[in-house]
């Protein structure tokens, strides 16, 4: 299927949005979840999208930008994602592998405006030293606003100009690299929830993990609702021992410091 004009439009406007809440990390917009699920809806294609952010979700969990280092950039994955499996085709877990170079190109451009937009600092030091708000808020919005340009003219090209070549691409690809890409995306959402439990799971939380395996594994449903309600119900138990931990032990150390006061005022 093809996109229309007014649909590339939407699509760099929507990119716009999200890319600057990447760029702030404000509001977590930006996640491939969402994204994917905006792309699905702005295309007329809601479950592609909601099956596409899953996947893509997955395969971004413990991609992270720490300090100056970025990531793939989940955006382009996001939306290219649901953009190919819906122009080509493709289902999602082949259009995953098929978005990354579009990802890579964008952590690219981004690791490029880190480096480019230092030169902007010595003028920003200035400011700040002259206490001249006004002029570090334009600067700020000058370089932001750089940045959400950019987000919407790759979304656009990527997915509007550059759709026949790109469709061109993937039905003169062979059949076993096709498939290549299928196995390739249906292992990533694998490969990017592992790297998030490395960085996040605890001794203390195994137990959690065998049980929702168990529960995943080997207890039929229509849908993943009933493993969210079991996760949110595990989620509970922790917060609310927690937090009784909490209490006991501020009572206790009330109760401590008024057997060690005999009434005496040190004399």
């Given at each position: 299927m093809a996109i229309t004009l007014a649909q590339g439009i939407a699509l760099a406007i929507m990119a716009i949005i999200v890319g600057v809440d990447f760029w702030l990390e404000a509001?977590?917009?930006?996640?491939?979840?969402?994204?994917?699920?905006l792309t699905g809806i702005i295309l007329g294609n809601v479950p592609l999208g909601l099956m596409a952010g899953g996947l893509t979700e997955l395969a971004f969990a413990g991609l992270t930008p720490a300090g100056g280092t970025q990531p793939p950039?989940?955006?382009?994955?996001?939306?290219?994602?649901?953009v190919i499996a819906y122009t080509t085709g493709k289902d999602p877990a082949t259009a995953i592998g098929l978005a990354l170079p579009f990802s890579f190109l964008m952590q690219y451009i981004i690791l490029f405006y880190y480096s480019?937009?230092?030169?902007?600092?010595?003028?920003?030091?200035?400011?700040?030293?002259?206490?001249?708000?006004?002029?570090?808020?334009?600067?700020?919005?000058?370089?932001?606003?750089?940045?959400?340009?950019?987000?919407?003219v790759v979304v656009f090209l990527c997915a509007y100009v550059a759709q026949d070549a790109m469709q061109a691409l993937v039905k003169a690809m062979p059949e076993w690299l096709t498939h290549g890409f299928e196995i390739a995306g249906g292992i990533l959402p694998a490969v990017g929830f592992g790297m998030l439990l490395k960085v996040m799971l605890k001794g203390e939380f195994v137990p959690y993990l065998i049980l929702g395996f168990v529960i995943a594994s080997f207890i039929p449903f229509s849908n993943l609702l009933p493993v969210a309600v079991v996760g949110v119900a595990m989620a509970l138990i922790v917060f609310n021992n927690e937090r009784?931990?909490?209490?006991?032990?501020?009572?206790?150390?009330?109760?401590?410091?008024?057997?060690?006061?005999?009434?005496?005022?040190?004399?």
């Open positions: 509001l977590f917009i930006f996640r491939p979840i969402i994204v994917c699920t950039n989940p955006v382009l994955a996001g939306v290219m994602t649901t480019s937009f230092s030169l902007f600092m010595k003028r920003a030091d200035k400011y700040a030293e002259e206490a001249d708000a006004k002029s570090l808020t334009r600067l700020n919005m000058l370089t932001t606003g750089i940045v959400a340009v950019t987000y919407g009784n931990n909490r209490k006991t032990a501020a009572a206790a150390g009330v109760a401590a410091e008024g057997e060690g006061d005999d009434g005496n005022e040190g004399i």
